[in-house]
């Protein structure tokens, strides 16, 4: 599904148009070496994108291992509901 939004984005940057309104033409060519160093370039970013959501992924996933609870278990006398320390 995400091809067919990429799809026209890439086709249009591969495409040079030119236009000579002397002789009332319009040229429109595809560069295919366009297209692929773009794709190329977006897979680079996705692959980069990827690593670097994985590094906080790991990051997160360590810092909840660290996490210290201190609960505070004593009994206190009923009415007595200030710290006592």
Do not use: K
């Not at 002789?23 to 370039?41: A, L, P, S, W």
């Not at 590094?55 to 810092?63: S, Y």
Request: charge should be negative.
């Amino acid at each position: 599904m995400r091809i067919l939004i990429a799809a026209p984005l890439l086709l249009v940057a591969g495409c040079s148009v030119q236009n000579d309104p002397r002789n009332g033409q319009t040229t429109i060519g595809f560069d295919e070496t366009i297209v692929t160093n773009t794709t190329n370039q977006l897979g680079n970013a996705v692959e980069s994108t990827a690593a670097e959501l994985n590094r906080a992924g790991q990051e997160l996933r360590n810092e909840a291992r660290s996490i210290d609870v201190d609960v505070d278990i004593r009994r206190r006398p009923p009415g007595n509901t200030g710290n006592s320390n």
